[in-house]
C-alpha cells in the first residue's frame, strides 16, 4: 500500500477514490486474517461509511487533510464510540462504548477511515500478543513468531499492508518492541503529548498513545494528528501539536552537529550478536551522514525493569479494581454473594498474565511493603530520570537497541515469564522517564526477521527523533522490504 502522502496526491487528483483505497485494505485484510489475526473486529461498514464521506467532499471541490481516507487500526483499548472496545479480554467481551476517546476522535474528523480493532495482549499486559483472550496474532515475517506486544495487531496489520498506519499504546515498550519484531517505525511520544481521554488505563504514569507507519513521514503525519492539549486528560501537557512531517530531510549536516550517544549499559551479555552487528552499522551509517558519536553511560539503565514491575501492576492493580461484575462488562453467574460474585468474576474474567500483574501490585501496595517496594521503586524512577537528564547535557539524541532479540517462536517464552519481561530491558526506562522513543528498522537477522534501531530524545523533541530516524531510513532500503506471505 503506498504511504500516506502518495495517496492524498491520488485522492486530490481524482485519480483513486477513498472508498476504491478502503475496498483494497479490507480485502486484503479479509485475505490475511485467517494466517494473521491482527484484527479483533474488522469494521468494513464504518470504513466504507467513512471513506464515501470523504469522496463526496472531494466531489463538492473541498479541500481534504492528509489522512482523508487513509485506512488505519486502531488498538482495541482505546474506545470507540458504537463499536465493541474488549482490551482483548473476557471481562470486557461485550462493553460497547458511549462514547469516543480523544485520538479517534480527532482522526474521525480529519476524515481517516478505521479498517478494524487490532488485537492485543489482554489489558495490554504482555511482550508477545499472546495473553489475547480471543486470539494469537502472527508476525507477518514468520507466521510462526510472535509480532512483539502489547500492540502486536497494530503492527503486524501496518506490516503487512492491512492498514496504511495504526495507533498502539506503549506502558514499558509496547509500541517500539512490536515495530521492532515487525519491521516497521513505530514511536512513543512525551508522556503527555498526546491525550489519554478514553485510553482504557493499564498503569497510568506511563501509558502513552503512538503511532505505527511503514514510512517515518507516515508516523510523523498521524503523530501530528493527534498530539496536543486536551482539557479531558488531567495529565495533558498544554502544548500545541507540532507539523512532524514538515522539515524531514535526508541528512542533517546543514542543520550543524548533531550528537548522539551510545548507551553503553545496553551492549554486552544477553544482546543477541545479530542485533547487536546490526545496530553497530546502523550507528556508523549516522556517523557517515554527519552525526558526532559519543559513548554515553546511564548507569541506573538496568534497574528500569525492576523497577517498572513493580510500579506499572501497583498502577495496575488499582486500575484494574472497577471491572467487579457490577457496572458494566462481564458479570459471573450465579454468585451467591457479593463477594462471591466480584471473586468468580475477576477469576474467570481476567487471564492468568492479568491476575499475575495484580496479585504483584497488590502485594508492592500491601503494608508493610509499600516502603520496601513501591516507594524504593519510584526513588529509581528518579534516578533513572536523573541519568537521562545527565545524558542529554551532553548529546542530542541517544541510541541502543530496541530488543535485545528479534522476533521468538510463538509459546517460546509463555511458561517463564521473567524470560518474557527480559524482552522490554531496552524501552522501559524510556517510559520510566516519560521521554519520547522511537523504533525503525535497522537490519535483519539470519532468519529473516526484521532488527529495530531505538532513539531517545529529551521531552517533547519528537521532531528531532523524527529527523533522525528519517535520515537514517532514507540512507537504506530496510523499510522497502516487506513480508512475502
Given at each position: ?17 477513498a472508498?476504491?483505497i ?10 490475511l ?28 471541490g ?44 480527532k482522526?474521525f ?31 507477518p ?10 500492540s ?5 496489520a ?7 498506519v ?5 506502558t ?24 489519554r ?11 502513552q ?7 517515518v ?13 486536551d482539557p ?26 548533531l550528537?548522539i550517544?551510545?548507551?553503553k ?18 550507528i556508523d ?7 558526532e ?27 484494574l ?33 492479568v ?11 500491601s ?9 524504593k ?20 539524541v541517544?541510541?541502543?537497541?530496541t ?17 518474557m ?5 531496552m ?43 528519517y ?12 513480508p512475502?506471505?
Open positions: 500500500m503506498a504511504s500516506i502522502r502518495k495517496l492524498h496526491t491520488q485522492l486530490v487528483n481524482k485519480e483513486r477514490s472508498v476504491e478502503t475496498q483494497k485494505a479490507l480485502d486484503k485484510t479479509q485475505s486474517e485467517p494466517k494473521l489475526h491482527s484484527f479483533l473486529c474488522v469494521t468494513a461498514d464504518k470504513a466504507l461509511e467513512q471513506a464515501r464521506a470523504v469522496d463526496a467532499k472531494i466531489a463538492a473541498e479541500e481534504i487533510g492528509l489522512l482523508a481516507g487513509i485506512p488505519i487500526g486502531i488498538k482495541d483499548n482505546m474506545c470507540t464510540q458504537g463499536i465493541t472496545t474488549t482490551c482483548a479480554s473476557r471481562i470486557l467481551e461485550n462493553f460497547v462504548p458511549p462514547y469516543e476517546s480523544t485520538v479517534t476522535q482522526l474528523d480529519a476524515g481517516a477511515v478505521m479498517v478494524g480493532k487490532a488485537n492485543m495482549d489482554e489489558f495490554a499486559m504482555g511482550s508477545s500478543c499472546e495473553t489475547s483472550a480471543y486470539q494469537v496474532t502472527s508476525n515475517w514468520d507466521l510462526s513468531r510472535v509480532p512483539g506486544g502489547s502486536g495487531g497494530s503492527a503486524s501496518v506490516a503487512a499492508d492491512e492498514c496504511v495504526s495507533l498502539g499504546s506503549d514499558g515498550g509496547s509500541i517500539r518492541l512490536p515495530a521492532s519484531f515487525c519491521g516497521v517505525v513505530g514511536m512513543k511520544p512525551t508522556y503527555g503529548l498526546v491525550s481521554y478514553g485510553l482504557v488505563a493499564y498503569a497510568s504514569s506511563l501509558d498513545i503512538g503511532p505505527f507507519g511503514r514510512s513521514e507516515d508516523a510523523a503525519i498521524l503523530l501530528s494528528a493527534i498530539a496536543g492539549h479531558k486528560d488531567s495529565t495533558s501537557l498544554n502544548v500545541t501539536a507540532s507539523d512532524y512531517a514538515a522539515n524531514l530531510t535526508p541528512d542533517f549536516k546543514t542543520k550543524g552537529q550528537r550517544g551510545i548507551i549499559e545496553t551492549f554486552g551479555e544477553g544482546l543477541d550478536s545479530v542485533v547487536e552487528q546490526a545496530v553497530t552499522k546502523a551509517k549516522l556517523q557517515v551522514l554527519g552525526a558519536i559519543h559513548v554515553i553511560s546511564c548507569p541506573r539503565f538496568r534497574y528500569g525493569l525492576p523497577s517498572y514491575y513493580i510500579i506499572a501492576p501497583s498502577e495496575a492493580s488499582a486500575n479494581a472497577r471491572y467487579d461484575g457490577v457496572k458494566y462488562g462481564y458479570r459471573s453467574e450465579d454468585p451467591d454473594n457479593l463477594v462471591s460474585m466480584y471473586t468468580k468474576t475477576r477469576a474467570s474474567g481476567f487471564g492468568e498474565e491476575k499475575r500483574r495484580i496479585m504483584i501490585g497488590t502485594y508492592a501496595l503494608a508493610g511493603y509499600y516502603d520496601a517496594y513501591y516507594l521503586a519510584q526513588k529509581v524512577r528518579t534516578l533513572i530520570k536523573q541519568d537521562f537528564e545527565n545524558a542529554f547535557a551532553q548529546v542530542d541517544l541510541v541502543c537497541p530488543s535485545p532479540v528479534t522476533a521468538f517462536k510463538a509459546g517460546e517464552k509463555t511458561a517463564d515469564p521473567l524470560s519481561y527480559l524482552t522490554d530491558l524501552t522501559i526506562p524510556v517510559n520510566l522517564a516519560g521521554l519520547p522513543g522511537l523504533s525503525v528498522p535497522c537490519g535483519f537477522d539470519d532468519k529473516g526477521l526484521p532488527i529495530g534501531l531505538q532513539l531517545i530524545s529529551n521531552a517533547l523533541r519528537e521532531d528531532l527523533l523524527f529527523q533522525v530516524a535520515a537514517y531510513e532514507q540512507s537504506t532500503d530496510w523499510h522497502l522490504r516487506k512475502q506471505l
